[in-house]
């Protein structure tokens, strides 16, 4: 099970930290990503972590501002996110499977096997 958190208010130009935790599977082997869904649009990916030292991939609009990591002996997935926008407002989700994905495929979400629940981030004044 993968259960995300982090979320809430911050104004525009600031910092959250997004965790994910796996429960009952080990973090080293998982491929991982973020997604999210603003209100009335489909859901995005915003970045991919590969396994066992998989590749890293982000969307054009968060490349330079978010960040991915892994913490294996925490079984944990990171979104460091930093000079948010009032784009960035969404829910997001991490999501896991148990292999790597090419750089054509990862931000597709009928590809990922694994579903955390949501954490709402809005980006406020």
């Known amino acids: 099970q993968l259960q995300a958190s982090g979320g809430g208010l911050v104004q525009p130009g600031g910092s959250l930290r997004l965790p994910c935790t796996a429960s009952?599977?080990?973090?080293?082997?998982?491929?991982v990503a973020w997604f999210r869904q603003a209100p009335g649009k489909e859901r995005e990916g915003v970045s991919y972590?590969?396994?066992?030292?998989?590749?890293?991939y982000y969307r054009n609009s968060v490349k330079g501002r978010f960040t991915i990591s892994k913490d294996n002996a925490k079984s944990a997935v990171y979104l460091q996110m930093n000079s948010l926008e009032s784009e960035d407002t969404a829910v997001y989700y991490c999501?896991?499977?148990?292999?790597?994905?090419?750089?054509?495929?990862?931000?597709?979400?009928?590809?990922?096997?694994?579903w955390g629940r949501g954490t709402l981030v809005t980006v406020s004044s």
């Open positions: 972590k590969g396994s066992r030292g998989g590749s890293t």
């Open positions: 009952g599977a080990t973090m080293n082997y998982l491929t």
């Open positions: 999501a896991a499977r148990r292999n790597n994905l090419i750089a054509s495929a990862w931000s597709d979400p009928r590809q990922w096997e694994y």
